[in-house]
């Protein structure tokens, strides 16, 4: 019987619990994942929690993404390159092991057609934490030419700055402080990896200015990571002026879909697993 759960805070809005529960259905799998609240001050125990417990495999959410790090045994390249890892697997001897698989779910969650459009193209980036490190590997995967980075503060922003740098020496990545943000029309892609807009957290609130955001070209995307709710503020304003938007739910399905398979070694149905997120975001 398989034993998952998701480590962060908070968590008790989180979709990970449906989603992964249904990837077991989906499979005909005995098993359960469950939520466990873990602000940063009490990781150490909660990793001392699960090694205990017999926990196969946990999903790490915010603020944890980056210190989890720190207590690995080791860790795929993706998750090195990243700086972050949001999937940890422990093994028959405990050692825990990290992967990201942010970087496949953002990826997998761009069509095609919009894939081939962004190469060579600049993306603007909103926020620097654990899901922007992870989003740029992503990015560098599309073959981009440069991105900025919008933050609140620069200097808690620059150690993610520097790994990009040293990992992806070709990409050309620029520090901006969001308040210079007042012309977007150089670029792509705007992607918010930023909780602004989250449900219980400021929704209805654009963590751009809807003068701001009408800069952008009329072929331009527009990114947002938030899935709750499906719709933010953000993609609400881009769609009122005729851009195109992806949301963040098929980011964060696809991701499960990548941590239930790197656990279990089978891949789970993806349509029975957003039907379930949907189900539970109409519920809730």
Known sequence: MYKFALIG???????????HRAALNSLGLEGDY???PTPLEDLVDRIKYLKANDYDGVNVTIPIKVPVTLFLDSFDKVADVAGSANTLKFTEDRSMVGYNTDVYGFYQAIPNKIRTELQGKKVAVLGAGGAARAIVVALVQLNISSIDFYVRNILNARDCVENIRKYCPSLEVNLKQME???D???????VNTTPVGMINKSMGISPVDEKVLNTLNDDAIVYDI????????????????G???????DMLVYQAQKSFEIWTGKLPDFKDMKIAALEALLDK
């Not at 977007?184 to 705007?190: D, H, V």
């Not at 851009?243 to 739910?249: A, K, N, P, V």
Request: no cysteine; aromatic share 6%; net charge positive.
């Open 9 to 19: 805070y908070p968590v008790s809005q989180s979709l990970s619990q449906v989603i």
């Open 34 to 36: 469950e939520l466990l």
């Open 180 to 182: 210079s943000m007042n």
């Open 184 to 190: 977007l029309s150089k670029y792509s892609m705007l």
């Open 226 to 241: 938030v899935y709750n709710p499906i719709k933010t503020e953000l993609l609400r304003l881009a769609q009122k002026r």
């Open 243 to 249: 851009i195109r938007t992806i949301s963040g739910l």
